[in-house]
């Protein structure tokens, strides 16, 4: 890609990375490309231990590749960028869910949410009060004097969306936000993702393993043993779910990458 796309917000060129370990180099990710547009809503899909979180680090400035390139907003994050510019960029540009949110336990909902404002030295009234407009957006202004921990795991992570948002980012980024939630609050979350999309014009980058979700997104990059083996969009994304619901039920589940996983059997935590 000789020149960025306008519209692309995020690049992701010939990205390959190892990591050592002991005296070897584990390659995870191998020339690995594809872009997201200002306004997409792309869901990265594969099985547990096919790169996913890796390529999300990446993506973010937090874990340098190998070798490629990732352009956030048009800047080559690696090549002219330090470790603390990129964690500048990440503060303004991103917000990020994870699939176990980490609280400050001393604080409350709405003082955990309005942390990073407060971190960025932003006044403390004007903090709450902006906390209070983001918890309302996620409908958890009620519990907002409650212990995070004291609320289920869907309502913490609504409040995790709600203190991703504080810094009014462009994107999102999430990392399996629904691993550990039930069905409901599972598709509740995924609702408030696909808002988020449609009604704040906010990118969309979230992994799952999870066939259900396929849904709510624009498009899908599939990977597999760090290999990104197809980008899916329109109606082919459409009938990639239809397509693997169907090979679930009927070759079984172990035998369908990304669908061979539950809930209650994760390996990660
Ligand atoms: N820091 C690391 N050092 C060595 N190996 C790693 C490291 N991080 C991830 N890996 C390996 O990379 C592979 C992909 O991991 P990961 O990106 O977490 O996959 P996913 O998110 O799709 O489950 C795994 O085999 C994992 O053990
Ligand atoms: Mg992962």
Do not use: C
């Not at 005296?23 to 594969?46: H, K, T, Y």
């Not at 690696?78 to 991103?94: F, G, N």
């Amino acid at each position: 890609m000789a020149e960025p796309n306008k519209s692309s917000i995020i690049e992701v060129s010939k990205v390959s990375k190892s990591f050592s370990v002991g005296d070897q180099m584990v390659p995870v990710l191998f020339d690995v490309s594809f872009s997201v547009n200002d306004g997409d809503f792309v869901i990265i899909f594969g099985p547990s231990g096919s790169g996913k979180s890796t390529l999300l680090h990446i993506m973010l400035g937090l874990e340098p590749p190998t070798e490629g390139t990732v352009m956030l907003v048009g800047e080559d994050i690696y090549s002219y960028r330090t470790e603390d510019d990129r964690a500048v960029l990440r503060k303004q540009l991103i917000g990020m869910v994870y699939q176990q949110p980490n609280w400050i336990k001393s604080l409350n909902v709405i003082e955990n949410v309005a942390f990073p404002l407060l971190l960025l030295g932003t006044d403390k009234a004007l903090s709450i009060e902006k906390a209070r407009d983001e918890l309302k957006k996620v409908n958890m202004l009620e519990k907002a004097e409650y212990k995070p921990t004291e609320l289920s795991g869907g309502q913490q992570q609504r409040i995790a969306l709600a203190r991703a948002l504080i810094n009014n980012p462009e994107i999102i980024i999430a990392d399996e936000p629904t691993g550990n939630l039930d069905f409901t609050s599972g598709q509740d979350m995924m609702k408030l993702l696909s808002d988020l999309n449609t009604e704040e014009s906010r990118t969309i980058v979230m992994v799952t393993h999870d066939l259900e979700y396929i849904r709510y997104a624009k498009s899908v990059v599939r990977v597999l043993d760090g290999k990104i083996m197809k980008v899916y969009s329109g109606k082919e994304k459409d009938e990639l779910g239809k397509e693997l619901t169907y090979k679930r039920g009927f070759v079984g589940e172990e035998e369908l990458d990304g669908a061979s996983e539950d809930n209650s059997g994760k390996k990660t935590k």
